[in-house]
DNA sequence: CTCTGGTGCGCTCTTACCTCA
DNA sequence: ACTGAGGTAAGAGCGCACCAG
């Protein structure tokens, strides 16, 4: 199994700022899809053709089970001004398929993927740890009160107390459902209430447990995306504090030339700056003619530092040179130095 | 046309659990 | 056997967009 990383642009550079581009912006459409940070996992693509097929299969009348229930769970949530442990409280519980949804998930429901009891409609029935202390225990929960497995058990604890303990049991996906799941975010990192249903129905997962992992899987993809520009900041800093490093030694040699050769500047006392964002020259001078001189320095120097090419790269470390002086060339080099 | 409440969905933060060294 | 770190599924709260009345 291979497992590509890219970050950015199709082309070799970063993505720079990524995280400055709005959320929404990011999200995969035809056009941006080039744009966005995608992990490719090497799996064969027989499920991801399956999943489109079994989509295509879907009209409609499939993905309205659970919107129903969702309906349903917001509402209730809605309806308590806390949003906290409403869903326990008015008695729906997202762990909780209600009889709508428990029609179309019945397979999920039944068969958690860490269920023992568990039979997958595809090849997803490969557990991780098959016979960990996690199957274990599900095999006795199973063979104990109820035949509904963890998603069973965790539907019922807003009706008992000892079911607490039980409540936030970890259900950890097996290796094919995440990669199945991967393969999917691959194609696209948001679902569609159909898309959901239909990958949870393919990994027998329930809706919400897809739900929550595109979520986590784009928040993953964010934290990395982060990172990068990250990285990238920190290489434009060390780039920048090299080329100020650059500058400064240049004006002492400039400075050093200056003494050197008091014949050197016969230009009036002209004082040049430039600034640091757009790279124009501002004149602070008495005289006329050092103020035209200037203007010459100023077109000559924005050909050379047009917007464009900034906008292209704007922390190039070949930045073009300023030379304040008359003629735009550079002034003579000491004989020795 | 504007306002308002409901709904759906995504994001972020956090927690709890699991695995592994 | 114990423990701490890292990974991750899931809960909770919030904001935004959309829609119907």
Redesign the pocket.
């Known amino acids: 199994m291979e497992l590509g990383l890219s970050l950015g642009d199709n082309s070799t550079t970063p993505r720079p700022f990524g995280f400055l581009a709005k959320?929404?912006e990011?999200?995969s459409t035809p056009t941006n899809r080039g744009l966005e940070f995608c992990m490719a996992l090497g799996i064969n693509s027989n499920g991801k053709r399956l999943l489109q097929d079994q989509e295509r299969d879907k009209s409609s009348g499939d993905g309205d089970d659970?919107?129903?229930a969702?309906?349903?769970?917001?509402?209730t949530r809605?309806?308590s001004s806390?949003?906290?442990?409403?869903?326990?409280v008015r008695g729906f519980?997202?762990?909780r398929l209600p009889p709508a949804a428990a029609d179309a998930e019945d397979g999920a429901a039944v068969s958690s993927p860490n269920s023992v009891a568990s039979s997958f409609q595809m090849d997803f029935c490969v557990f991780?740890?098959a016979g960990?202390?996690?199957d274990l225990?599900a095999a006795a929960a199973a063979a104990g009160v109820n035949d509904g497995g963890d998603a069973e058990r965790?539907s019922s604890r807003a009706s008992d107390d000892d079911e607490n303990?039980?409540?936030?049991?970890?259900?950890?996906?097996s290796k094919e459902q995440?990669a199945y799941l991967e393969e999917s975010f691959k194609e696209h990192?948001?679902?569609?209430?159909k898309q959901k249903l239909a990958l949870a129905k393919q990994l027998n997962?329930?809706p919400?447990?897809v739900?929550?992992?595109?979520?986590?899987?784009?928040?993953?993809t964010?934290l990395k995306q982060t990172e990068v520009d990250c990285e990238y900041l920190k290489r434009c800093c060390e780039t920048l504090t090299e080329e100020n490093r650059r500058l400064h030694k240049e004006l002492q040699e400039l400075r050093a030339l200056k003494n050197s050769n008091p014949f050197y500047m016969q230009l009036p006392a002209t004082t040049l700056t430039m600034c640091p964002s757009c790279e124009r020259v501002a004149t602070t001078t008495t005289s006329a003619a050092a103020a035209s001189a200037s203007t010459a320095i100023n077109n000559t120097t924005n050909t050379t530092t047009d917007s464009k090419s900034k906008a292209a790269n704007p922390f190039a470390p070949s930045r073009p040179r300023f030379y304040p002086f008359s003629q735009s060339q550079p002034p003579h080099q000491p004989a020795a130095s």
Do not use: Y
Not at 70 to 75: G, N
Not at 165 to 173: E, H, T
């Open positions: 959320n929404r990011i999200k659970e919107s129903e969702v309906k349903r769970s917001r509402s809605n309806g806390e949003g906290g442990s409403s869903e326990k519980d997202v762990n991780r740890g960990n202390k996690r225990e965790a303990a039980l409540s936030r049991k970890k259900l950890r996906l995440s990192n948001t679902l569609n209430p997962l329930r919400r447990q739900e929550v992992w595109f979520q986590n899987r784009r928040a993953r964010k």
